[in-house]
C-alpha cells in the first residue's frame, strides 16, 4: 500500500505560484500529503511542537539540501504543511515558534485540532 494520500489533494499556492510549478514544488506538495509526513506533523502538533520540526531530517534525506534550504522553498513548505493540517482538522494557533533539530527551520507554527481551539468547533 503506498504512503501517498491518493489522489493528492490540490494546492492552493497563492503567492507561491512560481516555487510550487516546479518539479521541487510538486514532489514536495506530494510529500507532505504522505501518511508519514501527516502523521509527523499531526504527532508534533498534538505535543506542542511545530509541525515541520520532525519534518527536517526527512526532507533532508528525500531532498537536494541545497534546494529545500532556500529562504522561499522553506516557506512554501510551512504553507503546504498549513493546508495540509487544516484538511486533518487543525488551526494555527501560534508562529514564530522556535524549531529544534538540525536548523533547517528555525521557526514555525504550532497548530492545535479544532476542537481544542477555544472559539472553534
Given at each position: 500500500?503506498?504512503d501517498r494520500?491518493?489522489?493528492?489533494?490540490?494546492?492552493?499556492?497563492?503567492?507561491?505560484?512560481?516555487?510550487?510549478?516546479?518539479?521541487?514544488?510538486?514532489?514536495?506538495?506530494?510529500?507532505?500529503?504522505?501518511?508519514?509526513?501527516?502523521?509527523?506533523?499531526?504527532?508534533?502538533?498534538?505535543?506542542?511542537?511545530?509541525?515541520?520540526?520532525?519534518?527536517?531530517?526527512?526532507?533532508?534525506?528525500?531532498?537536494?539540501?541545497?534546494?529545500?534550504?532556500?529562504?522561499?522553498?522553506?516557506?512554501?513548505?510551512?504553507?503546504?504543511?498549513?493546508?495540509?493540517?487544516?484538511?486533518?482538522?487543525?488551526?494555527?494557533?501560534?508562529?514564530?515558534?522556535?524549531?529544534?533539530?538540525?536548523?533547517?527551520?528555525?521557526?514555525?507554527?504550532?497548530?492545535?485540532?479544532?476542537?481544542?481551539?477555544?472559539?472553534?468547533?
Open positions: 500500500m503506498s494520500v491518493s489522489p493528492p489533494y490540490p494546492f492552493d499556492p497563492g503567492s507561491f505560484a512560481s516555487a510550487f510549478d516546479t518539479d521541487l514544488g510538486r514532489e514536495l506538495w506530494h510529500f507532505l500529503n504522505e501518511r508519514s509526513a501527516i502523521h509527523l506533523m499531526e504527532y508534533a502538533s498534538d505535543r506542542g511542537r511545530p509541525a515541520v520540526e520532525p519534518l527536517q531530517e526527512p526532507l533532508l534525506e528525500r531532498f537536494e539540501q541545497e534546494a529545500i534550504e532556500e529562504h522561499r522553498i522553506r516557506q512554501m513548505i510551512g504553507f503546504m504543511a498549513r493546508q495540509v493540517l487544516a484538511r486533518s482538522g487543525y488551526d494555527p494557533v501560534t508562529g514564530g515558534v522556535a524549531v529544534k533539530g538540525n536548523g533547517l527551520f528555525t521557526v514555525g507554527t504550532l497548530y492545535r485540532r479544532r476542537h481544542d481551539v477555544p472559539g472553534r468547533r
